[in-house]
């Protein structure tokens, strides 16, 4: 059972345009949620998180934003690089120190020059 | 650089061999994750442990084990290795007051 769903596999998107991720999560007790970047070869790196209690958190050019009543969160990258180019990753929480981060499937983010 | 750490990078063994992985966590770190990433699969949750003792489990193979060591670096053993165990497994850790993880490197393994 897939908890965290992001159903798109992929993304292109010309420079300097809007990119925009989704991600749709299923379990109510989630109560932080992340984006994570990953080139190949490498370990996800953290982007940026959003608690439950706000509806949005910016930082540079990345804003997440959160629907709690639709269970849906969503990256906004503007302007979008060519080097943001790399599968994103949607992750939630529940509240707890230490509690486990579950992981969406993904989406590949192409950014055309 | 995330400061947590993983070896061997690479690994490519036979079937039914078994694989030690390592991972050291950043300095301080009480929590470490291990995760599974299969093609098309995402990251796949395996296990998690918290100063030494196992907090939370997900789907995880009873082929598979792991441990934290007093020191905090944790190790994953896959034994009867399968081809269908070939993956990037990557090794997280996380401190208190942190929302996120950081997440090593990874390894690949490659099992034919």
């Known amino acids: 059972d897939q908890q965290v769903k992001q159903n798109s596999p992929s993304l292109s998107v010309q420079e300097g345009r809007i990119s925009i991720l989704n991600c749709d999560y299923t379990?109510?007790?989630?109560?932080?949620f992340l984006w994570y970047k990953k080139y190949p070869a490498e370990g996800p790196t953290f982007l940026i998180s959003?608690?439950?209690?706000?509806d949005k958190n910016e930082d540079g050019r990345f804003t997440v934003f959160l629907n709690k009543s639709a269970k849906h969160l969503s990256l906004h990258i503007v302007p979008s690089q060519p080097g943001d180019s790399a599968v994103y990753f949607c992750?939630?929480?529940?509240?707890?120190?230490?509690?486990?981060?579950?992981f969406g499937k993904g989406i590949t983010l192409s950014v055309r020059p | 650089d995330s400061g947590v750490t993983q070896t061997p990078k690479h690994l490519i063994t036979a079937t039914g061999q078994r694989v030690t992985l390592r991972c050291s966590p950043r300095?301080?770190?009480?929590?470490v994750y291990w995760y599974q990433q299969s093609l098309d699969q995402g990251l796949q949750f395996l296990i998690q442990?918290?100063?030494?003792?196992?907090?939370a489990k997900g789907n995880i193979l009873e082929r598979f084990s792991a441990q934290q060591f007093p020191d905090l670096h944790s190790e994953l053993n896959l034994s009867s290795l399968e081809l269908g165990d070939s993956a990037l497994y990557f090794c997280?850790?996380?401190?208190?007051?942190?929302?996120?993880?950081?997440f090593g490197q990874g390894t690949r393994l490659t099992v034919v």
């Open positions: 997280a850790s996380r401190g208190q007051g942190f929302t996120e993880a950081f």
């Open positions: 992750a939630a929480a529940p509240l707890g120190a230490n509690s486990k981060l579950t």
């Open positions: 442990y918290y100063n030494g003792e196992e907090r």
């Open positions: 959003i608690s439950s209690i706000k």
């Open positions: 379990n109510s007790m989630f109560d932080y």
């Open positions: 300095s301080g770190d009480l929590s």
